[in-house]
Structures are given as structure tokens and as C-alpha cells.
């Protein structure tokens, strides 16, 4: 099937006025035929149309139509309206590297697209892209984009993503920042690699391209047992964690006196290996990287304090909950059912640390626990009680799928209780320890 092919025609919008209908082709847009979804938004974004359409009976139209710069309604059959493109790196730290064999091939998949980091947020690299691509991303402000940076330094950045294009990344950035085109930046710490005096450079390096370059985030490198054959990496312990927070805490202090601004934050993870306490959420600023792991608990913690703030006082309760989490959240998350706990008489709140043994190395963190380590680390050792809550990044986006395969149901099923997936938000937390909605 032509990917232009559209699939659905959004009601009362301009496209159904003009009867353009599922199965129908758009071949261009104003004279101009276009490659992907990107480029047919930038397209629409004309308050006068000319689209040339065919028709399913196999005719050719042409429909003109006024969107006052409202999109027109049309959805095509494949969301990017072409492939994804896939990563063409080797990076010495990929998570995806270090699966163990027989999982389903999706899982498997590696996706370095330019167009997601606009359309859903992805990080990507920039390797893949020609001059022609940048050059077009300019010309139609794509913005902002999400750049998996980890150094600035050329030679190391080709030394760890094994791809002779990685070293342009910083020129790539700096035509953006000229074009007044926004970015956010991760960093993947590596030991040995891209910390330390290397962690500086960069952090430097991107504080020059500020405010065009909006946040940047460090995250310590996941490391699996599935590794043989591959970089050896070492993990982040206190000792490491607590070298990088001090790099990030005396940028972010001089950065802060300049601009006005924090620019990079440390992840949640950094601060829990390194035995330090996480910052108030005021350190994190509207939290631009919650994504990457940066101030989930800062803002899961104020959410809970003011959700129970909300609770019927004085209501009769009986209810018991278990909460399944991984090994590196296990005190935090007894610390927010304490506390609602103590603001609902009759609600008794179990918390269960999960050992990642599906991963093994030193993942401890809730979003990769797998169902299968939950049934085999709970089965039978569990008391009685009305539900069973683990946190929705343990399943597949839009799945109810563990990592390894494991579905939901064969969890709840093994363990003979419900099982409600949580979101990370103090009042659905709440919500869900109570069974009872707030509002």
C-alpha cells in the first residue's frame, strides 16, 4: 500500500468537508510532494491549501481548501509516512545490545529517526543524517529535537558510538543553534570514557549554544549481565555517582549565576547509587527531563503530599495493597505509602523490592523488572490483599507486556491477585493505594 494512503478523516474537519476519504492517496501538497510526516506538516501549515489527490476509483482531483493553519484532518496509514530509520551506531553502552537472545524481534529494533525526536520525543544521534537532511530540517524549523549527545570531543564520540559520522555532532548543533533551533541533550555516562575531565568539556562545550540548547540530562550507563563480547564497562557506584554529581552540582551552580538557569541535571539514579538525597523540585525547573529520569521523585513526592491532603478524613477503610517495585526505588516507594498510610485509617500497604535477576548486572531500577522475577521472587510469600500495584513503565508502551515476554495476566494469574500498573504521579499513586478516586 502507498504510505500516503490515508487512513482515517478526522470529523468536522476540513478534509472531510472536502470528501477527501480513507483509501484515497494525497500525491502533493501546493505543487510540493513530500517524503515524510515532518514535511507534510510543514506543508499544511499554510492557511491556503492546493492538494492534489487520488481518488480510490483511480481519478485525480484537485482540492482546495482554507484551514486558517489548522491542520486538515488527515491521517495516513503508516505515522511517519515512510520507514523508521534505523540507528547505524554500535554504541559501547546500547541497552538493546546487551538483551539476551529469544525475545520478540520488535524489542530488538533500533531507532535513531530525527522525526521521532520532533514527533514523540526520542533521542537520537544525528549519525544517519546527510547534509541534504540537515539542511531540510533547518529550512522547515524543525524544533525542538532531543540529541543523545555523550561528548563533544569528536574522536571519543566515534570511539564510543563505532561510527566515523559521530564526530560531526557538535557542528550539526551549532548550524542549529544559528538557525534559532532548539534542542535537549542527554549525556550517557561511561566510566572511564566520557566522565570526569571529558564530562567538563561537554558540559562546556553545550553551555555555549544556550539558549538555543534548553536542558541537558547525565544518566549513568545500564549495564546487564548479557555482556560477553561486548566493551567492558564498569558501574556507577557511590564512589563514581558521587565524582559525577560533584562535576554536575559545580556546573550547574556557575551556570545558574550566568543564565539564570541549572542546564543539567543529574539523574535520579545518580543520586540514589551515590547515596545522596534527591534535590526539591524547585532544582529541577519545570522538569524539562523527566523522560530521561530526571525528577521523577522530586515530582511523584510533592504530588503525593498534596494528594492526601485530599483524602476523606474519617471514612472507614479495609484494605490491604502490595506494591512490586525494583531494588533502587524500594525506600522511596515505602516512604510515599508511609505517608498514605498514615493519612487513611484501615489502608495497610505491603512493599516489595524485586531483584532483577531477567538483567542481572546492576539493573536495579523499577521500569526493568520483569514479570517473570515478580512471580518467582512473590509466589506464595505474599499475604492475602485486594491488589497487587506496580509502576506502568514495567510494561511495554501501550502493552500490557513485561520485558521478557511476561504478560500481565500470567502475573496476576500465578499470584491470585489483581494487578494494577501505576503511573508515576503522586495523585494516581494515591488514587490507587485508596481505590478510590480523589476528585
Not at 137 to 153: F, G
Not at 294 to 309: F, H, N, Q, W
Amino acid at each position: 500500500m502507498n504510505k500516503k494512503t490515508v487512513k482515517n478523516v478526522l470529523p468536522g474537519s476540513a478534509a472531510e468537508e472536502a470528501m477527501i476519504e480513507p483509501g484515497d492517496i494525497i500525491v502533493s501538497i501546493n505543487d510540493h510532494e513530500f517524503r515524510d510526516i515532518v514535511e507534510y506538516r510543514y506543508l499544511v501549515s499554510e492557511p491556503e491549501l492546493k492538494i492534489e489527490v487520488l481518488k480510490k476509483d483511480g481519478t485525480t482531483e484537485i482540492i482546495e481548501m482554507i484551514t486558517d493553519y489548522e491542520e486538515p484532518g488527515i491521517e495516513f496509514e503508516t505515522g511517519l509516512i515512510d520507514d523508521a530509520q534505523r540507528c547505524r551506531n554500535k554504541c559501547i553502552f546500547c541497552f538493546i545490545d546487551q538483551l539476551p537472545k529469544g525475545m520478540r524481534d520488535t524489542v530488538y529494533f533500533k531507532d535513531d529517526d530525527t522525526r521521532l525526536s520532533f514527533l514523540q520525543g526520542n533521542y537520537v544521534t544525528l549519525t544517519n543524517m546527510s547534509d541534504d537532511d540537515i539542511d531540510r530540517m533547518i529550512q522547515m524549523r524543525v524544533s525542538p529535537i532531543n540529541i543523545s549527545v555523550h561528548t563533544t570531543n569528536p574522536e571519543l564520540r566515534i570511539k564510543m558510538l563505532n561510527n566515523r559520522n559521530a564526530g560531526r555532532v557538535y557542528e550539526i548543533m551549532r548550524r542549529f543553534a544559528e538557525n534559532k533551533m532548539h534542542m535537549n541533550c542527554q549525556i550517557v555516562l561511561c566510566h572511564g570514557y566520557n566522565d570526569g575531565r571529558e564530562l567538563k568539556r561537554t558540559i562546556n562545550d553545550l553551555e555555549a549554544l544556550y539558549p538555543y540548547i534548553h536542558s541537558v540530562s547525565a544518566v549513568p550507563v545500564g549495564l546487564t549481565r548479557y555482556r560477553e563480547g561486548l566493551c567492558e564497562l564498569a558501574a556507577f557506584d557511590k564512589e563514581k555517582s558521587r565524582a559525577a554529581l560533584d562535576i554536575i552540582t559545580e556546573a550547574q551552580e556557575r551556570i545558574y549565576k550566568k543564565h539564570g538557569t541549572r542546564f543539567i541535571y543529574a539523574s535520579d539514579e545518580l543520586y540514589l547509587n551515590g547515596g545522596l538525597p534527591i534535590p526539591e523540585s524547585d532544582a529541577y525547573e519545570g522538569f524539562p527531563q523527566l523522560e530521561n529520569g530526571v525528577g521523577l521523585i522530586a515530582s511523584m513526592r510533592d504530588e503525593v503530599k498534596e494528594a492526601v491532603t485530599l483524602i476523606k478524613r474519617g471514612k472507614k477503610r479495609r484494605r490491604r495493597v502490595i506494591i512490586a517495585t525494583g531494588e533502587l526505588a524500594f525506600g522511596f516507594i515505602r516512604e510515599m505509602a508511609d505517608i498514605v498510610q498514615s493519612a487513611a485509617d484501615g489502608v495497610r500497604v505491603d512493599v516489595y523490592a524485586v531483584k532483577n535477576n531477567f538483567f542481572g548486572g546492576g539493573v536495579n531500577v523499577a521500569g526493568l523488572v520483569c514479570g517473570g522475577d515478580i512471580i518467582q521472587q512473590l509466589d506464595g510469600k505474599i499475604p492475602d490483599a485486594d491488589i497487587m500495584l506496580i509502576p506502568s513503565a514495567m510494561l511495554r508502551s501501550g502493552e500490557e507486556v513485561f520485558l521478557d515476554d511476561t504478560t500481565l495476566g500470567d502475573v496476576s494469574e500465578k499470584l491470585g491477585i489483581e494487578i494494577r500498573p501505576c503511573e508515576n504521579d503522586g495523585f494516581d499513586f494515591v488514587e490507587a493505594v485508596l481505590g478510590e478516586e480523589l476528585f
